[in-house]
């Protein structure tokens, strides 16, 4: 199957910071999606991006197909980001989940 | 709209029972999708369908499992027999595609399973 890499695997950030997360896969794909598990371990979908870049709010991401590798932006970071950020990708409807990011906003 | 229905949210069962976990896809989506995340070896696809026939199953672990799509509306996992290390939080998902389409797909809350 498709290798899915993201970094970094933890995060720490003081209220009001940016931060990029990145994602690499070793291979083609025609889809990607980027989710955040909150503390309650829901799956909240953020973007499905199979490449070009998106915006929603606060957050945004961009997927470069031809390179394999996709960011997710947070900007002005609030204690409710916190949690961990998957990506997720698939050459077809099978996705392969990477290893995520964990991600801790301190007030 | 309502998303993706799983039940039961939890379950504690004792090694040796059978386990059933059920789940209603979003009323349209024709994919459906069950995966498993644990601490060790993080989320990880088991099966999935479209349009109510199993496509893929090479993720399911072993003979102990089988899932079953009997309509476009619900589908089960079974487990039988459970073994400890079967403990984890199961997720069914969905998403309105075929083949390599591009749609999202959308989970449920999942079932987190602790195997006694």
């Known amino acids: 199957g498709i290798q899915v890499e993201q970094s970094p695997p933890d995060l720490i950030l003081q209220e009001g910071a940016n931060s990029t997360l990145r994602c690499n896969f070793s291979?083609?794909?025609?889809?990607l999606q980027w989710f955040h598990q909150n503390p309650w371990g829901q799956l909240i979908n953020l973007f499905y991006?199979?490449?070009g870049t998106k915006q929603n709010g606060r957050l945004s991401a961009t997927t470069v197909a031809t390179e394999r590798y996709s960011l997710l932006y947070i900007s002005s970071s609030q204690t409710t980001d916190s949690g961990v950020y998957f990506c997720?990708?698939?050459?077809?409807?099978?996705?392969?989940f990477g290893t995520g990011t964990s991600l801790t906003v301190i007030p | 709209d309502a998303g993706v229905i799983q039940s039961p949210r939890h379950e504690v069962t004792e090694m040796g029972q059978e386990v059933t976990l059920r789940c209603k896809p979003i009323s349209g989506h024709n994919s459906l999708f069950w995966y498993r995340q644990t601490m060790m070896r993080g989320l990880e696809l088991l099966i999935y369908f479209n349009n109510n026939v199993p496509i893929d199953d090479s993720g399911m672990p072993e003979d102990r499992f089988s899932a079953k799509m009997p309509n476009a509306s619900f589908s089960t996992l079974k487990i039988q027999p459970s073994e400890p290390r079967d403990s984890a939080v199961y997720f069914c998902?969905?998403?309105?595609?075929?083949?390599?389409?591009?749609?999202?797909?959308?989970f449920g809350d999942g079932t987190r399973l602790s195997i006694l």
């Open positions: 998902a969905s998403s309105l595609g075929q083949g390599n389409r591009n749609q999202p797909q959308h």
């Open positions: 997720a990708v698939g050459p077809g409807n099978q996705f392969y």
């Open positions: 991006i199979p490449s």
């Open positions: 291979d083609s794909v025609n889809n």
